[in-house]
């Protein structure tokens, strides 16, 4: 704990990342345990429209969301979805970067020109065409999956990058000259010396993939029923939640949408500097 | 610039266009048990209007009319045909107009916003990442990017909503939403332009906010990169006088890669501009895509989406065309 605190001294950004998922923690459990959120995170649980109060802290939206309730149950959906989304794209991404940079040759041609073409499309709209031909039976799953089809690609660019100077290192060369076979080379040598990157890089992913569903839900294509916090803004926007001065019922959302995406900025420029502490310190 | 390099970019972005088109034909028909038109039709008819025995007529017809009739390899073929052409086919809720002539409608807003937003944040995060670099520039500025850095993490249309709430619905400065005060006729005459201004700025505002922080560090690593350089000690030992440095030695050289970023970041602005309309009501291409994803309009949905998705290609095309030319020091030879 003491060498965590020294180390977060000279590193500040992972320690702002920590806290402010420490606050978000330490909010949500309060959450958790004032309301029943299968209930009161859905409509007709309050009466509507209700200014922040003693019984409803954050206050009501239009159809009778508490909305303290909505935020605690929307910041676990929306974090699971970008979870589920950035755990798959990294690991399709790791196992095709893998094979693209260890064992070159025509694979990595394959591998490299796909990327490449998907990279110059914009994936928020194909996702958009994705997610609207499936929007009958939209589900939080099927959203997730949704994302994670097109989330792959930057991670394989990156970790086909850090393998392909990986297995010019001399450890490498060592390695090779002592008989390990493929299979041992990438599990013993090449995963411990990527783990600390491959740690950045989910935090990449995983914003990506929380910035994709807030992104599709706001638009309307998100799981109608769910109250995830890309879908309160859904309803923010579509009851002109501003226009008519209820002020709390985009606080809510908005405010939990910042401190979730400065907290993953904050933990990627830590865990980048953890993992390249060679870079120049950005600021 | 070699010929070899330019025909195999051109070849690539044909190979994009391509895949968004069979996207565009295969997704939505992959989707088993869909059939927009009925859909459409059940809506309508929910309304009030229409007789539900006459409605499999109109289905059929419509089918017809579509081309949904034929089988799927003719449509295939008839789709690529009509998108080459930049037949988008027929809105669905605003039948018959035609896909193309309501994005053509939009475009000019979303243009506006949206190069207003990129030349603004570029100037002004390029000056604020070279000024932060210049070790005679004032101390204070360096505390304005983590400032800026935060804005970047989020999106645009989360600070858009912030600043509707505070500057339009508080303070009142700004119109609330809209691109045009309700009741006004467009025209080009003074007093409407700079209301079209007035009505833009905060939407502008929401995405500068975002963006400018991200150019300023790219241009601070380029600046703090060269400030190493021979030719800078040179230019400094001859007693040049320090804007002379700054602009003419400094900057310049650190501006070239800022250009290729604006390239990467072009997708990124368009397809966040679509929901900072959106929040804002502005009449532009994102405000049509959310209206038609609200109302199930499905060939106006996939037309925004292949026309977004075409004119990035198109733009990327020429930028890397345009970038050996501007800068000598890219060579795709080697790549």
């Not at chain 1, 969301?65 to 935020?71: C, G, Q």
Request: proline share 5%; glycine share 10%; aromatic share 14%.
């Amino acid at each position: 704990m003491k060498g965590f605190l020294n180390y977060v001294r000279r590193n500040p950004n992972l320690g702002i990342g920590f806290l402010m998922f420490a606050i978000l923690f330490v909010f949500c459990t309060i959450g958790y345990f004032r309301y029943d959120l299968a209930k009161a995170a859905y409509p007709l649980a309050a009466p509507a429209n209700k200014p922040p109060s003693w019984q409803y802290p954050l206050g009501t939206d239009s159809q009778g969301r508490e909305l303290y309730a909505v935020i605690v149950a929307g910041t676990f959906l929306t974090l699971r979805i970008g979870v589920t989304a950035g755990l798959i794209g990294l690991a399709t991404g790791t196992v095709l970067g893998f094979i693209a940079a260890y064992f070159r040759g025509w694979v990595d041609v394959v591998i490299k020109s796909l990327v490449d073409i998907l990279l110059t499309i914009p994936g928020l709209m194909v996702l958009i065409i994705i997610a609207s031909a499936t929007k009958q039976a939209m589900s939080i799953t099927l959203l997730a999956l949704i994302i994670a089809s097109l989330a792959w690609m930057g991670p394989t660019r990156s970790i086909r990058a850090q393998v392909l100077s990986l297995r010019e290192r001399p450890f490498l060369q060592a390695a090779r000259l002592s008989g390990m076979n493929s299979i041992e080379i990438i599990f013993l040598e090449l995963m411990p010396n990527l783990l600390p990157y491959l740690a950045a890089s989910l935090v990449g992913s995983v914003t990506g993939g929380i910035f994709a569903s807030i992104g599709l839900e706001a638009f309307g294509l998100g799981a109608m029923r769910e109250p995830t916090l890309g879908m309160t803004i859904y309803w923010v926007i579509y009851y002109s939640a501003l226009l008519k001065g209820m002020w709390w019922w985009a606080m809510a959302p908005v405010s939990v949408i910042i401190i979730i995406f400065v907290g993953l900025f904050s933990l990627g420029a830590g865990l980048d500097e953890l993992a390249n502490p060679r870079t120049r310190r950005v600021l | 610039m070699r010929t070899g390099y330019v025909v195999q970019r051109i070849l690539l972005f044909f190979a994009i266009m391509w895949l968004a088109a069979t996207i565009n034909f295969v997704l939505p028909r992959l989707a088993t048990g869909r059939d927009p038109i009925r859909e459409q039709l059940i809506a309508q008819s929910m309304r009030g209007g229409f007789m539900s025995q006459s409605m499999e007529v109109m289905v059929q017809e419509y089918r017809v009319k579509f081309g949904l009739d034929e089988p799927l390899p003719k449509q295939y073929v008839n789709y690529l045909w009509n998108t080459i052409r930049f037949d988008l086919g027929k809105s669905l809720t605003n039948y018959p107009k035609a896909v193309m002539n309501l994005i053509g409608e939009a475009l000019p807003w979303t243009l506006g916003i949206v190069s207003f937003a990129i030349v603004t944040s570029f100037t002004l995060g390029t000056i604020l990442g070279a000024l932060i670099a210049w070790p005679r520039a004032p101390g204070f500025l360096k505390y304005t990017v983590p400032f800026l850095l935060t804005f970047s993490a989020v999106p645009f249309y989360i600070l858009g909503l912030i600043l509707i709430y505070f500057f339009a619905f508080q303070l009142k400065w700004f119109p609330i939403g809209g691109g045009y005060p309700i009741g006004t006729v467009p025209s080009f005459t003074f007093g409407f332009v700079t209301k079209l201004v007035y009505h833009a700025m905060l939407p502008s505002l929401s995405m500068i906010l975002a963006s400018t922080g991200g150019w300023a560090l790219g241009m601070r690593g380029m600046m703090v990169t060269i400030q190493g350089e021979d030719y800078m000690n040179y230019a400094e030992a001859k007693g040049l006088p320090d804007s002379r440095i700054f602009f003419g030695y400094a900057v310049r050289n650190a501006m070239l890669p800022q250009t290729t970023g604006l390239a990467l970041s072009l997708g990124q602005l368009i397809a966040g501009a679509g929901l900072v309309e959106v929040v804002f009501g502005y009449p532009g291409i994102g405000s049509l895509l959310g209206q038609s994803i609200t109302q199930f309009d499905y060939t106006t949905i996939y037309g925004i989406v292949f026309f977004l998705i075409v004119t990035l290609g198109i733009v990327l095309l020429v930028l890397d065309l345009l970038y050996p030319l501007i800068d000598p020091r890219i060579n795709y030879e080697q790549a």
